[in-house]
Nanobody, 111 residues
Framework: QGQLVESGGGLVQAGESLRLSCAASGFIFSVRTMYWFRQSPGKQRELVASVTGGGSTTYADSVKGRFTISRDNAKKTVYLQMNSLKPEDTADYYC?????WGQGTKITVST
């Protein structure tokens, strides 16, 4: 049974940075495309970024140039480096691999 566990959320001020981590277990991590989603109250879940097993990445237009997704296959971990955070980045952030979802980690960006 696979599992994803996110960490790194918190409360920050606009303009600051955070790095989220998502530790995977129970499946062959290195071949899976990994995703970061986010969801704010009253809004649909949004795909933020993805990274393939080979390291190719995609980003939502709203985070391009500010967020960076990366992975360490040896540690079975995917990261989301978030810079220049904005209040509109406030959301619950989830990692996913097409099968499993993490429990989510909350980010609040204050003005």
């Amino acid at each position: 049974q696979g599992q994803l566990v996110e960490s790194g959320g918190g409360l920050v001020q606009a303009g600051e940075s955070l790095r989220l981590s998502c530790a995977a277990s129970g499946f062959i991590f290195s071949v899976r495309t990994m995703y970061w989603f986010r969801q704010s109250p009253g809004k649909q879940r949004e795909l933020v970024a993805s990274v393939t097993g080979g390291g190719s990445t995609t980003y939502a237009d709203s985070v391009k140039g500010r967020f960076t997704i990366s992975r360490d296959n040896a540690k079975k971990t995917v990261y989301l480096q978030m810079n220049s955070l904005k209040p509109e980045d406030t959301a619950d952030y989830y990692c996913q691999d097409d099968t499993y979802w993490g429990q989510g980690t909350k980010i609040t960006v204050s003005t």
